[in-house]
C-alpha cells in the first residue's frame, strides 16, 4: 500500500507551489502538488479550494519542514524561531495571506475592498492567529 501523504504548504497560485517543490526535490525529498491544474483553470478557485497544496509522504515530513524552515531563514538564530503557537505553544508555524475578505467583497460589489491579512498558521495543532 503506498504511503500517505502529509500537507506542508499551501500556496495561492502554481508558481509558488511550483517553486517549493522544486526546491524539495533538490534535496531528494519526494513531493507532490495537489489542486494545481485547477488553480490554473480558474485562479477564482484557489481561495475556495484551500489553494495549491503541497504534499510529501509522511516518512519525509520532518525533512520537508526542516528545508523549507532553512530556505525561509527560520534558522536557530533568527527571530521567526520565536513565534510560537497561542494555542498549544508550538515553534512548528508558517506564514500564508488570508485574502477571504478581499475575494468575498470582489464577489459581492466587483471589487476587491478590504487588503489580504497576514496570519500564521500552527503546523502541529491548525490554529490560525494575526502575524
Same mark, same amino acid.
Request: hydrophobic fraction near 40%; aromatic fraction near 8%; glycine fraction near 6%.
Given at each position: 500500500? =503506498?504511503?500517505?501523504?502529509?500537507?506542508? *504548504? #499551501? /500556496?495561492? #497560485?502554481?508558481?509558488?507551489?511550483?517553486?517549493?517543490?522544486?526546491?524539495?526535490? @533538490?534535496? $531528494?525529498?519526494? !513531493?507532490?502538488? !495537489?489542486? $494545481?491544474? #485547477?488553480?490554473?483553470?480558474?485562479?477564482?478557485?484557489?481561495? !475556495?479550494?484551500?489553494?495549491?497544496k503541497v504534499r510529501v509522504p509522511e516518512s519525509e515530513r520532518e525533512e520537508a519542514r526542516r528545508i523549507?524552515?532553512?530556505?525561509? *531563514?527560520? *534558522?536557530?538564530?533568527? =527571530?521567526?524561531?520565536?513565534?510560537?503557537? =497561542?494555542?498549544?505553544?508550538?515553534? %512548528?508555524?508558517? /506564514?500564508?495571506?488570508?485574502?477571504?475578505?478581499?475575494?468575498? #467583497?470582489?464577489?459581492?460589489?466587483?471589487?476587491?475592498?478590504? =487588503? !489580504?491579512? %497576514?496570519?500564521?498558521?500552527?503546523?502541529?495543532? *491548525? @490554529?490560525?492567529?494575526?502575524?
Amino acid at each position: 500500500m =503506498p504511503e500517505q501523504l502529509v500537507t506542508i *504548504g #499551501t /500556496y495561492s #497560485t502554481s508558481f509558488e507551489a511550483n517553486l517549493v517543490k522544486a526546491e524539495l526535490e @533538490a534535496f $531528494d525529498v519526494d !513531493a507532490v502538488l !495537489a489542486d $494545481d491544474n #485547477t488553480v490554473n483553470a480558474n485562479w477564482l478557485w484557489s481561495n !475556495a479550494i484551500g489553494g495549491v497544496k503541497v504534499r510529501v509522504p509522511e516518512s519525509e515530513r520532518e525533512e520537508a519542514r526542516r528545508i523549507m524552515r532553512l530556505e525561509a *531563514g527560520d *534558522g536557530a538564530d533568527s =527571530p521567526e524561531s520565536a513565534i510560537v503557537c =497561542p494555542v498549544c505553544g508550538s515553534q %512548528s508555524s508558517h /506564514y500564508f495571506l488570508d485574502k477571504r475578505g478581499s475575494f468575498a #467583497t470582489w464577489l459581492v460589489l466587483g471589487l476587491p475592498i478590504f =487588503p !489580504a491579512v %497576514s496570519k500564521r498558521v500552527c503546523d502541529d495543532c *491548525g @490554529a490560525k492567529w494575526k502575524a
